[in-house]
């Protein structure tokens, strides 16, 4: 079983910055890809960044630039810099790992608060 514990989430001033850490702890292979979504209120979960084991990584439009996400593999643990904070930022925030070969291995966490304040 695989365990995702997000934190950093909390309440930021917009223009603010904020880093998400996820751990994962359990039977977690190296060549899972992490990423981390985002849901609103009212709103589908949504994909923000996404990075492979070997360091590829994409991003949504509306976080490029401001955005960006790394790994440690060492540690299993997966992080979100996020700058430029925007109240359009404001959401739950779920880490993510997944097999890239298929679709029976796919975790989440339980999710942390972010609210950006205008």
């Known amino acids: 079983q695989v365990q995702l514990v997000e934190s950093g989430g909390g309440l930021v001033q917009a223009g603010g910055s904020l880093r998400l850490s996820c751990a994962a702890a359990?039977?977690?292979?190296?060549?899972?890809?992490m990423g981390w979504y985002r849901q609103a209120p009212g709103k589908q979960r949504d994909l923000v960044a996404a990075?492979?084991?070997?360091?590829?990584?994409n991003y949504v439009d509306s976080v490029k630039g401001r955005f960006t996400i790394s790994r440690d593999n060492a540690k299993n643990t997966v992080y979100l810099q996020m700058n430029s904070l925007k109240p359009e930022d404001t959401a739950v925030y779920y880490c993510?790992?997944?097999?890239?070969?298929?679709?029976?291995?796919?975790?989440w966490g339980q999710g942390t608060q972010v609210t950006v304040s205008s």
């Open positions: 993510n790992a997944r097999s890239p070969y298929t679709l029976l291995y796919n975790y």
């Open positions: 359990g039977f977690i292979r190296s060549n899972y890809v």
């Open positions: 990075i492979t084991s070997g360091g590829d990584t």
